[in-house]
């Protein structure tokens, strides 16, 4: 145990209750889990906790169309979703939902305090209304043109392109994503934080050394533009926790769901008997920090720590941020259908084999991604099968069949295993720092010393000749203990590899207080595959099931009061019309008919 035990609690984004986990999404899971499996192996105090964002008009439209209520809706999702982060071995110590009366109790103290400070304001507004559907439209439900960037296809809240946050009704050339009509303006009351109190605090707070430089440097350009007080509420019909105070409004779902941190971990401190505010308390020396997506930035380096300090709730100790995924340099996007499901995946391929993908990706800058699958599968079997897993499946066998599965009492290379040890730090400090491209590259890189020696010494055929069978023992220790240095260091990254090598060379642990063990005069197991070869039939099968959704889409139903479109013709019906182009030379009203006119036409047209 470290003398300097860190406490840490650590969140990533939560996933919305409204749809799959796709590879996108995996992105961030993966980069968090393996951040903290890093602090766990080091023996620091890291509770990782996460939630579905469980609330929004979204989800209460897409339960009507499934003819279910919202609760079952967001009940069955919950349960998909946790399936699939348990399938790729994201190992959170508590997983909630946004829509609990832990997070309702937070929601309303938080918004009561803001309140009671002076934070929030009520204001008449005007708000886009969809005439076809009866609905005021959530953000999310509206696209148009960016008042800022004039980029088109953009959100009612925010914009991809430029990252820029606005109303809803500053959108250019908006259309209704629910029916496709054009929304009316129609007032009503809301309420609205008022961000712009806290200028000079967030000045301070996003230049503390918190964030990345690049999002340090974008959020100064939102700050120097002037922050707006942000719409907090939303009218009913609305799927999620009414405001105490103003019956038929509605907490907007941004409020409550980074509260789902707090609600999530309050939860986890009851059933672990922990001090909620010993972390979350003003003078917590704890530390924080949430892993997002460059798409969310605003919110959880602007409002988020804004609302906590105005709520005397300290904020987080950093906000690591990350780029998007592309999947052959296409954009991944749920909406436009260019994506791979992560249970698809996990029907097909190995779930570490992306993991490991991933982490030689990851650094801590803000940078997309892209999940080229022939590189992916090129990567994974030269790397993990054919240099790290090589390495024990060249040596093991001679322990068993020739050494009855005993290492030597000494090394053949102590050199060499004390080399690959001195890397410790520097791996593990790109691990602390997320820089696991980098711990990736020297633990590879390391195996490659290791199978350069093997070929060197040649332990097969030593095993030839009874004259160098004894060779043979120490040099295979030396490299059975190489193996396991270079499996501790790439644990955070293969936890289900760690776990088969250690009941392979039967230790109780691979955390890094065994770092300076050696295994002499120790029994091992008989060797078994520990790992195969990704084929590319197995790739491509991943992609066809996607493939065939995205061709074929569904489109969800939207209830409404308007009579329905009438079926089409066929052709058959069209090829029966008599269409002709006139010129319409008079047109007159007729006498006591309101809505008939007489027209004289030219049929030569």
Known sequence: M???????????????????????????YIQTDIWVRYQKQCGHKCVYVCADDAHGTAIMLRAQTLGITPEELISDVKSEHEADFSGFHIDFDHYSSTHTETNRHFSELIYSRVRDAGGIAVRNISQLFDPD??????????????????????????????????????????????????????????????????TEFLKDWTRSGRLQLEVTNKLAEWIEGGLKSWDISRDAPYFGFEVPDRPGTYFYVWLDAPIGYMGAFKEWCDTNNFDFDSVWGPESVAEIYHF????????????????LNQANYRTPTGVNVHGFVTIDGRKMSKSRG??????????????????????????????????????????????????????????AGFITKKFDGQLSADLAN?????????KGPYIQSAFEMREFSKAAREIMALADDVNAWIADVAPWHLAKSEDTLAEVQPICTTAINAFRILVLYLKPVTPMLAG????????????????????????????????????????????????????????????????????????DDFNKLDLRVVTILAAEAVEGADILLRLTLDLDG
């Open 500 to 571: 088969k090598v250690q009941e392979f060379l039967q230790v109780d642990s691979l955390d890094y207080e065994t770092l300076n063990d050696t295994l002499l005069d120790h029994s091992i197991a008989p060797f078994t595959p520990l790992l195969t070869r990704i084929e590319m039939k197995d790739v491509e099968a991943m992609i066809q099931p996607d493939v065939n959704e995205i061709d074929n889409p569904s489109k969800p139903e939207i209830t409404t009061n308007i009579e329905p479109i009438a079926s089409e013709c066929t052709i």
């Open 292 to 307: 997002i997506g460059k798409d969310i930035v605003n919110f959880h380096c602007l409002f988020w720590p804004a609302i």
């Open 414 to 422: 102590p050199d060499l295993v004390e080399a690959i040890r001195a």
């Open 338 to 395: 260019t994506f791979i499901k992560a249970r698809t995946y996990l029907d097909h391929l190995d779930p570490e084999y992306l993991r490991y993908y991933f982490a030689t990706k990851l650094s801590a800058n803000v940078e997309d991604i892209d999940l080229s699958l022939e590189d992916f599968a090129q990567k994974v079997n030269s790397d993990l099968v054919g240099k790290l897993v090589n390495i024990a499946s060249r040596t």
């Open 2 to 28: 470290p003398t300097n035990r860190r406490m840490i609690l650590v969140t990533s984004a939560l996933p919305y209750a409204n749809g799959s986990i796709h590879l996108g999404h995996m992105l961030e």
């Open 133 to 198: 559907t009866e609905l005021f439209l959530a953000d999310r439900y509206v696209k148009g043109t960016c008042p800022k960037c004039s980029a088109d296809d953009q959100y009612g809240d925010n914009c991809e392109a430029c990252g820029a946050t606005y109303h809803a009704s500053e959108l250019r050339n908006p259309k209704s994503t629910l029916s496709g009509a054009v929304p009316v303006l129609k007032d009503t009351e809301h309420l609205f934080f008022e961000l712009d109190q806290h």
